[in-house]
């Protein structure tokens, strides 16, 4: 099949989305299809992104900073018009559209145009997530605005992925009508192998046998990190070598470390920003005895699923697509949101080695469930139940 994939999102920007992206459009040029991705440019920086990008075609377009979230952009205007005429020119099976911008009206355009069928990922609560980029507007007014916009872009498109089944429950409570298939990004276990926890220790002069929790994410308020540093200050008493382990950037880096200084944490947590995902990321979480979790706004939880295949215990809060992932797993243990909770999990898998080896078993089979061998065969069934019958067929 000829796919055509459409988002206002993509590496470098280093998030979920731009993950989730890169793993649908690697796995299916993997399985013989060819794949076309239509981003934003970033500037300089795309070009350190384009290491892996010769498996499917890349399509960078101009776009400019959005003032509100600097790290993003938004694909320009002007843009749109000259790439939808060569776009239309082309031959596609499908087309799948990542995100609800400018990436959504471009694919909606085409459709018109072409007639392809079109499925759209809802990668992303934007009910929860809105009120943090626009807090200048009340909570009430954000949660509409957040739900009825979701309800016009569903309906826009022929069929909707969603992550998990919380996800498509949200989308029904919305009164969305679009039908949906449930099939989660999952990861490429092949990455997720042979990180090495003591050469990173070693290379931050982090002791072998200091205690240690990890966590991988973007530094942003929905992602909870306060949380997590909360329980961390709860385990210094028991565990006064603690370290607390972030790797990651984000927005709420600056307050993250005002609140590390104020909670006296500074010789306990160390953050690293973004690692490298086929090295220092693999030592990194290899690295921790725990690996800790607290969003409530994940549609997937594929940091997760990483860290099952790494090896690593996981304690983590179990909420919307984290609950889905959590689920059965053996390789976690899971906590409501009370730091004092949270903490005493933490606490029992840093004091017992027998129960943090067990879990450690666990999580690559934990993951194997997540694996996109497993999970991309049906996204290329769904792909395949839209196709429309040639006009020679019909």
Known sequence: MNILMLSDVYFPRVNGVSTSIRTFARSLAQMGHAVTLVVPDYGPESGQAQ???????VIRLPARVIFFDPEDRLIKGSALAAVTRTLAARDWDVIHVHTPFRAHQLGVRLAALTGTPTVETYHTYFEEYVGHY???????LTRWLARRVSRHLCHGVDHLIVPSAQMAEVLDRYGVRTPWTVIPTGIDLAEFSGGDGARFRDMHGIGADAPTMV????LSLEKNIAFLLRVAKRLLPRFPALQFLIAGEGPDAVRLRQLVASLGLQNNVRFFGNLDRRSTLLDAYSAGDV???ASPTETQGLVLIEAMAMGTPIVSTAVMGTATVLRDARSARIS????????GHVALLLDSVEDRRALAEAGPMDARAWSTEVLMGRAVDLYASLLRPSPALA
């Open 336 to 343: 409501s949101e009370d730091e004092s909770v949270f903490a």
């Open 51 to 57: 290491h892996d990008e010769g498996a499917f075609e």
């Open 291 to 293: 690996f800790v979790f």
């Open 134 to 140: 626009l807090p200048w507007l009340p909570a009430g």
């Open 215 to 218: 966590t991988v994410s973007r």
